[in-house]
């Protein structure tokens, strides 16, 4: 009895390290090259003491699967400090700087590749997906084409969801589950297009936690790293695990007039 009451203490006290919700980070460039996005570009060495940072205090990334289920209320074992990282648009940059960094602190990740940027320069290969996708990294579609989804409809939308899911499984060999929505974007027609277009979920660029019955898994939230995000600010407020109104004060150390990709 005495080991019981001990056991539910400690699965309490676990548990409550996420009680306001699962942080996922979103990220464009890892470059020392700031010429294309300088607003949303983070130095390999910035982008190294931030994930060093996360996993030194027992932060654990999950997978979208996981995340999902948390979402859904489905039994899931989670760790005692959950947190997803994510790319947004699939640069070659996520490859040669990123992927070694996370390798080495041992992260998993979710880029979101937009369909007519593969093979492109300067963004991923169909083989440097393939060897992430093989070494802990998973895809997901971010439009076809990076069109602004709130101006399109019926099977002009539909397609930009398909297509890019199609293409990536291709690559892959593996199922695409998860959606980004280019800029943050969204309609209901988007949201449904990306439903019926078989992903699992897809995120926007509301910032915040994500926890279910308070948010929808087609509407998961994400927080933006900048070039000058002040990431110790940030820190404090994720290890906390402070809800989604206090994660707000991170806001004025980046310049509001950056919009994430
Ligand atoms: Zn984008």
Redesign the pocket.
């Known amino acids: 009895m005495f080991l019981l009451v001990i056991f539910v203490f400690t699965v309490s006290v676990a548990s409550a390290q996420y009680n306001n919700g699962i942080p996922v980070l979103l990220y464009?460039h890892v470059s020392q090259d700031k010429t294309d996005l300088p607003g949303l570009t983070v130095t390999p060495d910035e982008f190294s003491r931030q994930m060093t940072m996360l996993k030194q205090a027992g932060f654990e990334t999950i997978s979208p699967k996981t995340l999902i289920a948390y979402m859904r209320q489905e039994p899931v074992t989670l760790p005692p400090k959950p947190i997803m990282i994510t790319f947004?648009?699939g640069y070659e940059d996520n490859y040669t700087e990123a992927f070694p960094i996370l390798k080495q602190v041992g992260f998993s990740a979710v880029v979101?590749m937009?369909g007519v940027n593969v093979d492109r320069e300067m963004r991923l290969s169909q083989k440097q997906i393939k060897e992430m996708s093989d070494n802990g990294i998973y895809f997901g579609g971010?439009s076809f084409t990076?069109r602004d989804l709130t101006t399109l409809k019926g099977k002009d939308l539909y397609r930009e969801m398909e297509d890019v899911k199609k293409l990536i499984q291709w690559v892959t060999k593996k199922d695409v589950d998860v959606f980004?929505y280019?800029?943050g974007y969204f309609t209901l027609d988007a949201w449904e297009a990306t439903e019926a277009a078989g992903y699992q979920a897809a995120f926007t660029v509301l910032p915040g936690l994500n926890k279910p019955e308070q948010d929808n898994e087609f509407l998961l939230r994400r927080i933006p790293i900048y070039n000058n995000t002040d990431f110790a600010v940030l820190f404090k407020l994720l290890d906390a695990n402070r809800p989604k109104t206090k994660l707000l004060e991170y806001t004025p150390y980046y310049r509001n007039e950056q919009t994430?990709?």
């Open positions: 464009h947004d648009d979101f937009t971010h990076h980004a280019p800029f994430a990709e």
